[in-house]
């Protein structure tokens, strides 16, 4: 938050009691809990962000908290980089069991120090830290949940079990198009994909995850209800307890504070000579990894495609490479005539500017929600976890955007680009993202679904 927009938010503030918050340390979870906590501070609640000093916030972006480190709580092998990198699950797991005890040791120091006039009324954490439930009730501190992704996407790790069972984790053909009855409508191989890698281990962390939101006394989500009112009250009849459908978070605050990597603003003023319309954004997140011959099929895909690209190749994305250095020769000067490349941008400046027209993502849910808000249809190349369901999400219920069906192969994506920015069915994408993104701004106007949940949310934490 700006220091004017601290002042401003200051003046209307109430003392309300202390939230002790505590991300997950990696960028897609610490954006949405940084964002809740401003969000929960303009309405009168102080914040202490409880943090390790791995992948640990930017303090000086956010004045108004208060921060508490908890050491280094690495687990063996969690990468050394600012961003965490390759497959999650087995981390999760590990971070879980090394965060136990400096967390309760800080929990309770801030307990036994904190004064009557500034009470700590409870816990809010990432589902990915479901250790802390255990924390919370060995203290006797309720606990909130944050779930950083969609609720669909959530409610896909839910039927993890029954998935296993009806054996859609073992199909023999993992590139299936046949229906999912479960889990509609997702195809065989979008569940292949969802746990593909780290199966047992996924599983275990979901399991984790599971219980300790159930324990929870609620649960928090970065989306609005008009998106995935098909699947809330599935997730109500599941899970019990009150849920609060706030979001989209970016669009009280944006994630640029808490940006772990530097954001290279040469992509604004790029975009600011481009005419409206006529850019392809592309942006596989903060986790996902691609192989040395898919960066060589993206390559020649934006070369052939002919369109201006804005691309951002993630330091370490590529496997095996630590940036450009592979890039096929002959390629960089038909690629640099057309495209700009970053490490790493500015992304919601990037969705917002009337340049862009199109977003070639992963589907983290934080760049689909990213999407949706500024009214860019997707072209989708989910990697893992939530991403897949993201994916069938974005084409096949709100037809937005489309899926890379093959993976990355430069004749599907020229197709796919040609599809999205020249054709009529791409004008008609943009159109339905254009109703999506009104839906947006109204509820959160006063009286809107987001508005009252949040209303609702900040009641809750009052009568704990
Ligand atoms: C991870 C998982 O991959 C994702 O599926 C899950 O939903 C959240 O955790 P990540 O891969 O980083 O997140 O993707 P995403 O959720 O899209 O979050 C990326 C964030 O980084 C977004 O807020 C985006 O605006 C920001 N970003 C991305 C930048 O600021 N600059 C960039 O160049 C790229």
């Given amino acids: 938050m700006e220091k004017q927009?601290?002042?401003s938010k200051l003046?209307?503030?109430k003392m309300c009691g202390r939230l002790l918050m505590f991300p997950l340390p990696a960028q897609g979870h610490i954006n949405p809990m940084l964002q809740l906590a401003n969000i929960l501070y303009s309405k009168g609640f102080n914040i202490t962000i409880i943090h390790t000093s791995f992948n640990s916030p930017n303090k000086s972006n956010y004045p108004h908290f208060t921060f508490k480190n908890i050491g280094?709580?690495?687990p063996t092998g969690y990468p050394t980089g600012s961003v965490?990198?390759?497959?999650?699950?087995s981390k999760v797991?590990?971070?879980?069991k090394v965060c136990f005890d400096p967390f309760h040791d800080c929990v309770k120091r801030l307990l036994s120090d904190s004064s009557a006039d500034d009470r700590i009324l409870c816990l809010i954490t990432d589902a990915l830290f479901y250790f802390t439930q255990h924390v919370a009730d060995l203290l006797k501190l309720p606990r909130i949940v944050l779930r950083t992704s969609s609720l669909s996407a959530f409610h896909v790790f839910y039927l993890y079990p029954i998935l296993l069972q009806q054996g859609y984790l073992s199909v023999q053909d993992s590139n299936s198009e046949a229906p999912v009855p479960e889990a509609e409508p997702l195809k065989v191989k979008d569940i292949s994909q969802t746990y593909q890698i780290e199966g047992e281990d996924l599983g275990m962390m979901i399991a984790g995850m599971m219980t300790g939101t159930k324990a929870a006394s609620a649960i928090v989500w970065n989306t609005f209800e008009e998106l995935e009112q098909s699947v809330l009250p599935t997730i109500q009849q599941n899970f019990p307890?009150?849920?609060f459908t706030i979001g989209p978070f970016h669009k009280y605050f944006t994630a640029s504070a808490s940006s772990l990597l530097e954001q290279d603003k040469t992509a604004i003023s790029w975009l600011d000579m481009q005419a409206p319309l006529s850019v392809l954004y592309v942006s596989f997140g903060s986790v996902a990894l691609i192989d040395k011959s898919e960066f060589f099929e993206m390559a020649w895909a934006l070369a052939n495609s002919k369109q201006k690209f804005l691309w951002v190749v993630r330091p370490g994305v590529i496997r095996g490479s630590e940036w450009l250095e592979s890039f096929p020769d002959g390629l960089q000067e038909a690629v640099s005539e057309r495209g700009h490349i970053v490490k790493w941008a500015p992304q919601q400046e990037v969705l917002a500017h009337p340049a862009t027209a199109c977003f070639w993502s992963h589907c983290g849910w934080n760049s689909t929600l990213e999407s949706i808000c500024e009214g860019v249809p997707m072209?989708?190349?989910p990697s893992f976890g939530d991403q897949p369901t993201n994916a069938r999400y974005v084409e096949a219920v709100w037809k937005v955007g489309l899926v890379l069906e093959n993976g990355i192969k430069r004749e599907e994506i020229e197709r796919a680009i040609r599809r999205v920015m020249i054709d009529q069915e791409g004008k008609e994408m943009r159109m339905r993202m254009s109703c999506l993104k009104k839906k947006v701004n109204l509820c959160l106007m006063e009286g809107g679904s987001s508005y009252k949940s949040l209303e609702g949310l900040v009641n809750f934490i009052l009568s704990l």
Wanted: aromatic content about 0%; proline content about 4%; glycine content about 8%.
């Fill in 93 to 96: 797991i590990l971070l879980n």
């Fill in 379 to 381: 072209i989708c190349s």
């Fill in 84 to 89: 965490a990198k390759g497959g999650a699950a």
């Fill in 11 to 13: 003046q209307e503030r």
């Fill in 5 to 7: 927009e601290v002042d």
């Fill in 241 to 243: 307890i009150p849920s």
């Fill in 72 to 74: 280094e709580a690495r």
